[in-house]
């Protein structure tokens, strides 16, 4: 690529940041299911602020702009919700996002535990169900998302994590 990207915890300054691109991001898929009400996109800034500071929130980075974002918290069953995946489009197809999944389920089943990861993306969104099925998640299920949209839930034991990482 030429530059580098490096990956890091976000903290509370990259709120702002995370928040402009999430928007920016989620435009196609907004586009892809003609619903601009999706989840991403009515995100408020002070979610963004609350899950930093409790969630296990990623940042790539390129200089000081923020590039790319994930987000993941373990829940009861003890399986980690990873969402909120988004790269800028001008940086999309560079291993970004693979970069960004794998620092979150490190942390994820690192320090906090994990025994399974756990995602959901929308039925026609082809490209990230690639990437999911790629870096090892299998469907599991569907799912209506509070926004309308169909839902497929995709899942990956923990204990796979180090051999496919
Ligand atoms: C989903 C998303 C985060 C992926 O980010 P990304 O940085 O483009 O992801 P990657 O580069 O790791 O993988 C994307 C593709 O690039 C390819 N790729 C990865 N590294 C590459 C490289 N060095 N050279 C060429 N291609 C590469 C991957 O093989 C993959 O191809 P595929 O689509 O055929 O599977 C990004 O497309 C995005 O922000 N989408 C909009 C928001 C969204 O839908 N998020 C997911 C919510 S569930």
């Known amino acids: 690529m030429g530059m580098s990207v490096t990956i890091s915890v976000a903290t509370e300054q990259d709120a702002e940041q995370i928040f402009r691109l999430q928007y920016l991001c989620f435009q196609s898929e907004a586009a892809l299911y003609g619903n601009y009400r999706i989840d991403p996109l009515v995100e408020t800034l ?64 690192g320090e906090r535990g994990a025994t399974l990861f756990r995602l959901e993306t929308g039925h026609r969104s082809e490209g990230n169900l690639r990437l999911y099925r790629r870096v090892g998640y299998e469907a599991v299920g569907r799912a209506k998302g509070t926004d309308g949209v169909d839902l497929i839930i995709l899942e990956k034991p923990a204990a796979t994590y180090a051999t496919t990482a």
Do not use: N, W, Y
Request: include cysteine; charged fraction near 25%.
């Open 46 to 109: 002070d979610a963004v602020r609350e899950e930093i500071a409790s969630d296990c929130v990623f940042v790539a980075r390129l200089g000081d702009e923020v590039v790319g974002a994930v987000r993941g918290k373990v829940t009861e069953d003890g399986a980690a919700a990873i969402a909120r995946l988004c790269v800028h489009p001008r940086l999309q197809g560079h291993g970004i996002g693979a970069r960004l999944l794998r620092a979150a389920e490190s942390a994820l089943a």
